[in-house]
């Protein structure tokens, strides 16, 4: 038994700790990436599909490495030191964001600190799991992204009160931000600890052993497809910034566009994930991209302001049902010795998707502007609800017929 609490006790404090952690963290990342599309777009001069692509791979980079740092720490057994290593470099890198006069030194910022994201996402998401008693997952999960979206909610609000009410331009701004990932790093360091007792993944051989499919039970691998469609339908959130802009928002109040999502998001997050202890992941799982749907068509289909924030907001409620979701149905039947490895493959699929996401987003957008990019998501985001109630009935008649 690695969990930190008995059966119906309170979340352990590792997971609170954590959720600080990650308010603090989203906080500072919010505060740049706010403004970062029209910083690159409106400043830099950059593309659309320069900014899927920076956007793409950033993403992807993140997903791609949470698989090494996986592996790692199921083989030492710890997950706290890849954590702090992760939070630390993404630390490292914010103040590259204010120096930055070229998009090559904003991709090169973006590509370290989604790096420090990868190497401390799938240890992170393991870790709470080794924390958490089974019943409370969803829960536990559910608190981190609830926490999280304080600090992405906070964020954009801060960046508005110091461009709107000081004066700040968008460069202050990205400095101010190095505060709060400072801030994470000492939470990290003091305020979290780990069960003595993780499992360790096979001893001596191939690192990598983990990535063997015979080493996973077939729902994991139906999990993993389900995960890349689920990435492709939702592309990077820099392009609702754009979609605001579109609309009429003020460069001073571009930042609101994440305030209303992450609002709505935070509302959502902890609910869902306590409500998906008590019911099929799938279905919600389902539930989140119908409403994903209506997202996308009020984003392509209306073009005044209000109905496109109501848009926005929309999105983050598909985002709070369903993010800590994923991470509940990988903690469900991933094998324990294996967990980090699969939180690691779970995010190397995502991390493959999002690129493929963000560069087809940013090609329909050069190509035929706003509508054609939301009304392919929402495309897809009706076949992702099809095969998550697919998966239901699959896993409902194994269970009848076991």
């Known amino acids: 038994m690695t969990s930190e609490a008995p059966r119906k006790a309170g979340l352990p404090r590792s997971v609170w700790a954590l959720g600080v952690v990650s308010l603090c963290m989203d ?3 919010e505060m740049i990436h706010g403004l970062l599309p029209i910083f690159l777009v409106g400043t830099l001069g950059v593309s659309a599909l320069t900014l899927g692509f920076i956007e793409g791979v950033a993403e992807a980079t993140a997903s791609i490495s949470k698989i090494f740092s996986g592996v790692l720490s199921d083989r030492l057994g710890k997950r706290k030191p890849l954590i702090l290593l992760g939070y630390g470099l993404a630390a490292l890198t914010k103040p590259l964001f204010p120096i930055a006069n070229s998009a090559l030194t904003v991709f090169a910022a973006r590509f370290i600190d989604r790096i420090g994201k990868g190497i401390r996402g799938a240890p992170r998401d393991a870790l709470v799991a080794d924390v958490t008693a089974p019943e409370q997952r969803g829960a536990a999960y559910g608190l981190r992204q609830a926490m999280d979206t304080v600090g992405a909610f906070a964020g954009p609000l801060i ?17 101010v931000a190095c ?16 069960p003595a007792n993780v499992p360790k993944s096979v001893g001596k051989g191939n690192p990598f052993a983990g990535f063997r499919a015979k080493d996973y039970p077939k729902a994991f691998w139906a999990l993993v497809g389900l995960v890349l469609m ?13 979609r605001a802009q579109d ?18 998001y935070l509302i959502t997050a902890y609910p869902a994930g306590k409500l998906s202890d008590r019911m099929s992941r799938h279905v919600l799982l389902a539930l989140g991209c119908v409403v994903m749907v209506a997202a996308d068509l009020m984003l392509a289909l209306d073009t005044s302001l209000p109905w496109v924030m109501a848009g ?16 509940a149905l990988v903690a469900d039947v ?6 980090g490895t699969a939180f690691g493959v779970i995010n190397l699929a995502r991390g493959v998707m999002a690129l493929f996401a963000s560069l087809l987003a940013g090609g ?9 990019t939301f009304l392919a998501g929402a495309v897809l985001a009706i076949l992702t609800a099809l095969l998550a109630l697919s998966m239901r009935i699959s896993t409902a008649a194994g269970s009848r017929t076991a």
């Open 27 to 29: 906080m500072s990342s």
């Open 159 to 175: 960046a508005i009160g110091l461009m709107v009410g000081l004066g700040f331009g968008i460069r202050a701004v990205f400095w």
């Open 179 to 194: 505060i709060p990932a400072i801030i994470t790093v000492a939470v990290l360091l003091f305020g979290v600890t780990e």
């Open 230 to 242: 689920f990435t492709l339908m939702r592309f990077s959130e820099a392009f609702l910034v754009l």
């Open 247 to 264: 609309a009429g928002l003020s460069r001073n109040w571009i930042p609101l566009t994440l305030v209303v999502m992450s609002a709505t």
């Open 312 to 327: 926005i907001a929309l999105w983050g409620v598909h985002m709070g049902l369903t993010e800590g979701l994923i991470a």
């Open 334 to 339: 991933a094998p324990e010795k294996l967990r």
């Open 364 to 372: 329909l957008w050069s190509w035929s502007g706003h509508i054609a």
